[in-house]
């Protein structure tokens, strides 16, 4: 098919936020679009990829003074850095955009205008509790205990000028959309939480303008005021093709607009289902035809961040396990509708059983048989039994199921349907039993019809694989000797040519890996990247517990104050079955807390975690360690703490 006749098809991720290096749970993303562009790519579509950072905003101003760089010089880093891994995880992304980019900065300046000449964006004030010294706005729930959530200190009711968007204004229009356009929100639950939770109640005016800092596209008009989030980042996905708001859009916007399929994380839908939209209506723009929220990768209890100090990096994850490792596992791990979760031992489960027990001793048996018996030469010698045709329909059928499944984005299925030929593929060699074949002369050409059958099944899956784990797909075929096969040409089998050659030198795909070895690799990197913790001298009493406490009053209880706390370091209690000790910072103070709870968490754990504090509580003395204050956690039926 020529390039100009082939259909458009534009597949976008959110862009990063360059506050921090984005861990595995943020890489996600990336490779799940890449699967799918990929696999739109096979299918002969003509496929526009964009992914991209946000740079802008007060975090990243605020990190970067922290960091004694200028934002610019921050994001720089950042964006480095987020794009390092996406080429590390062989991401095939046409456009890398950053929001600090200067023709997207002059679209959003004047999409920013264009919307308040014509009346959709009005002046207003912006109000909210404000903390001078942090120069920082807070609604009532994210002050922590009235206070200011970053330095503890008092708060004051106040307002600052701020530009809005008349989201209602809109709100009809998006709700026939949306209800003519059931494909338009994926999954569909997310939909029936949108309509239900925000289009339905109404829709507040959305702030679009900040003075409180400066880290942003200033309006053209009013320069005091930086453009604030959404606006500026949302238009990346025009900016990005070459949207021009005079109306000299390029002819890549032209082509590739409306997208196909925006693809984010399930917390940001509203933004893109809602405000996107309505922005798009505002400024005459047809809609995007999906937006799909996928699920999170989460690491054992959890949502991967960095203050829970569970997070875990691909290119970590690259050095143990390799890259299309890491992508099988995060593709296959991740269901459509629910949360994956991520573990060392789950993906060393998952390479000793899938890649290297069904994929690579698949294809390492099938070439070393292949060597043995006829030198490598693969002769379709076309003595068939009825296990044939089987094999053949598995294989063909699970063409067009995987075909299916990447139309409805479910993608770890597609994978388990690649690995479903996989699997037939096994167990057609122990139907076939090449060895026992291979003692009879006479069954020498059924032997090498059995061969020829695995090598073409084999092609046709490492083709699939293509999309998926692109790295292990060209080594297969480069060890069969075959180019990869068309996505159109797998209405058949037999297209392997008939005498073809596969390498005398197969190389292993997947080594196996001992659990236990990499535990103990994966304790000491953790070990050396702790930070180092005060040793504590006091001698040490065995087995403390605490003790139970009479029953008390309400007007006892009333006496407790409570405050959220941040473990920032913890340690075991050495002779005690029980204690941790943990340092918690609460508000600008730091207090050591002695807690009974080793059985139910490792000081690493810990490390990151907010707590609830009993703050006034007398110190004492627990195994010889001073104690001031008490950790909270609620307790399940079966003892587990949390
Ligand atoms: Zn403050």
């Given amino acids: 098919m020529c390039k100009e006749c082939k259909k458009p098809y534009y597949i976008t991720t959110a862009i990063a936020y360059t506050s921090g290096k984005p861990h595995i749970g943020n890489t996600y993303e990336i490779v799940l679009a890449d699967s799918i562009a990929r696999f739109k790519r096979a299918q002969g579509y003509d496929v526009r990829f964009q992914t991209g950072t946000d740079e802008h905003g007060q975090k990243i101003e605020l990190k970067a003074e922290a960091a004694g760089v200028t934002p610019k010089e921050y994001v720089d880093n950042v964006a480095g850095q987020v794009k390092a891994i996406w080429d590390l995880m062989n991401t095939s992304y046409d456009k890398f955009i950053r929001t600090t980019d200067a023709d997207h900065e002059a679209q959003v300046q004047k999409i920013f205008k264009r919307l308040y000449d014509q009346g959709d964006i009005y002046k207003g004030y912006y109000e909210g509790m404000y903390c001078t010294p942090c120069e920082s706005f807070f609604t009532e729930s994210q002050l922590v205990d009235g206070k200011c959530p970053d330095c503890g200190r008092e708060v004051q009711p106040a307002k600052e000028e701020a530009y809005f968007f008349k989201m209602s204004k809109y709100a009809d229009r998006l709700i026939q959309y949306i209800n003519d356009h059931p494909e338009f929100i994926q999954p569909v639950s997310r939909k029936n939480e949108m309509m239900n939770n925000f289009l339905l109640p109404g829709l507040q005016d959305l702030c679009v303008s900040r003075t409180s800092f400066n880290w942003g596209i200033p309006v053209s008009f009013d320069p005091k005021h930086v453009t604030y989030v959404w606006l500026d980042a949302l238009t990346n996905y025009i900016t990005g093709l070459g949207y021009d708001c005079d109306g000299n859009s390029s002819e890549m916007f032209k082509k590739y607009w409306p997208a196909d399929l925006h693809l984010i994380g399930k917390d940001i839908i509203r933004f893109h289902t809602i405000y996107w939209p309505i922005f798009l209506m505002a400024l005459d723009l ?290 005690s079955k029980k204690l941790l000790c943990s340092q918690v910072k609460i508000g600008s103070q730091v207090k050591q807390i002695v807690s009974g709870i080793k059985a139910h968490y490792t000081p690493e754990e810990m490390v990151g975690k907010k707590v609830m504090v009993v703050v006034n509580l007398k110190p004492a003395k627990l195994a010889g360690i001073l104690s001031e204050g008490m950790l909270l956690c609620a307790e399940d039926a079966d003892g587990n703490l949390s």
């Fill in 286 to 575: 047809p809609l995007p035809k999906q937006v799909f929220g996928h699920p999170w990768l989460l690491q054992g209890d959890g949502k991967m961040s960095k203050s829970k100090g569970n997070v875990l990096y691909a290119d970590t994850l690259v050095d143990f396990f390799g890259v299309d490792a890491v992508r099988y596992f995060v593709l296959h791990e991740m269901p459509f509708d629910n949360d994956g979760v991520i573990s060392w031992e789950l993906m060393v489960e998952r390479l000793n059983s899938d890649l290297a027990n069904i994929l690579g001793n698949l294809v390492n048996r099938t070439i070393s048989m292949s060597n043995k018996y006829f030198d490598g030469v693969v002769r379709n010698a076309g003595v068939t039994e009825d296990v044939d045709a089987d094999l053949k329909a598995v294989v063909l059928d699970e063409v067009k199921k995987i075909n299916d499944k990447m139309d409805q984005l479910r993608v770890a299925d597609a994978i388990t349907e690649i690995f479903n030929i996989f699997r037939r593929c096994n167990k057609y060699i122990d139907e076939t039993m090449p060895w026992a074949l291979a003692k009879d002369e006479a069954k020498k050409d059924r032997l090498a019809t059995v061969l020829y059958n695995l090598v073409e099944a084999i092609t046709i899956g490492a083709s699939l694989l293509e999309a998926f784990m692109p790295e292990t797909s060209d080594k297969i075929l480069s060890q069969l000797q075959t180019e990869k096969r068309e996505l159109s040409a797998m209405d058949q089998f037999g297209l392997y040519p008939d005498g073809g050659k596969v390498t005398d030198k197969p190389e292993i795909l997947f080594a196996r890996m001992d659990i236990k070895e990499v535990m103990e690799k994966v304790e000491a990197m953790r070990a050396a990247e702790a930070p180092a913790e005060e040793k504590k001298e006091e001698p040490e009493e065995e087995g403390i517990d605490i003790e139970a406490k009479p029953e008390i009053t309400y007007d006892d209880f009333a006496k407790l104050q409570f405050q959220v706390g941040e473990i920032i370091a913890c340690e075991a209690v050495k002779k």
